[in-house]
């Protein structure tokens, strides 16, 4: 693994909970400005890797990388400032702040911005994730799409160099999904290195350059999303191989 290449690389990433294994011996890069999509089924290790990257987990053996400083003994604070923003399935806002507030406690937090600083960076958080007519709403009081918008806005608060999106998209209707995946785009568009995990197989396409599969804490497939949902091994671990479980086209991009 070659550090000084990428933004993110783990090294040899290895985990486990008594007999369950999360990973085992993972290798990972992730460059500057990439758009990786994660795939798998539940219990994949998935979460626990984001978990690992983020800080909030340390693996058992391995080493993590970032912009070409070791963190792997980094706290996750310390990690968000360092330049590494994470979302969570469930969203984690400050329910009786309002939308506008929660976003600026973490231009404070994380991007250690003060002042007139903080508010602009804050607005513009807003503006990128259009959440801009909600921002003195109470976020307790927020729907579900606009909650996961927030969640994303709160990562983008501490002005990370890379995003992590767990599952943003989980439990949204299609046009819903829409306007997320359109978010993202954007971002990705703006030069941010993207990791997103997802279950919702067809945003991730629509989105990301590469995407891995993960079963049983082991890397599966990495390659372009078409490529990798087509691979026979990928198609029986997680997709179920059926005929209404095929590849999306290229249209579909």
């Known amino acids: 693994m070659t550090t000084d290449t990428a933004l ?25 400005g990439e758009a990786l999509g ?12 984001f978990s690992m990257i983020s800080g909030d987990l340390r693996p058992d053996s391995g080493a993590v990388w970032l ?15 360092a330049g590494i923003g994470r979302t969570y399935q469930v969203p984690r806002p400050f329910e009786h702040l309002t939308v506008f507030e929660n976003v600026l406690v973490c231009c ?5 911005l003060r002042g007139r ?10 503006e990128r994730t259009g959440l801009e007519p909600y921002a003195n709403e109470q976020a307790g009081r927020l729907g579900l ?16 160099k890379l995003l992590l999106l767990d599952e943003v998209a989980g439990g949204l209707t299609e046009p819903e999904v829409a306007e997320l995946v359109e978010v993202v785009r954007q971002l990705r568009a703006d030069g941010l290195a993207i990791v997103w995990i997802e279950h919702v197989v067809h945003a ?15 890397l599966v497939a990495d390659g372009s999303p078409l490529d990798v949902l087509a691979d026979p ?21």
């Open 8 to 32: 993110l690389s783990l090294e040899g990433i290895s985990k486990s909970f008594g007999r369950v294994v999360v990973a085992t011996e993972l290798d990972l890069a992730v460059r500057s």
């Open 38 to 49: 994660i795939v798998g089924p539940n219990g994949a290790g998935k979460s626990s890797l």
């Open 67 to 81: 912009d070409g400083a070791e963190v792997t003994g980094a706290t996750a604070h310390a990690r968000t400032r």
């Open 108 to 112: 404070h937090q994380g991007a250690r």
């Open 117 to 126: 600083d903080a508010w602009q960076s804050a607005s513009r958080v807003l």
């Open 145 to 160: 799409l606009q909650r996961k918008r927030l969640e994303m806005a709160r990562a983008l608060g501490t002005g990370p």
């Open 204 to 218: 991730l396409v629509k989105t990301v350059d590469r995407m891995i599969c993960l079963a049983g804490g082991r």
């Open 233 to 253: 091994e990928v198609r029986e671990l997680y997709l179920g191989g059926g005929p209404e479980t095929d590849a999306p086209s290229e249209e579909d991009r």
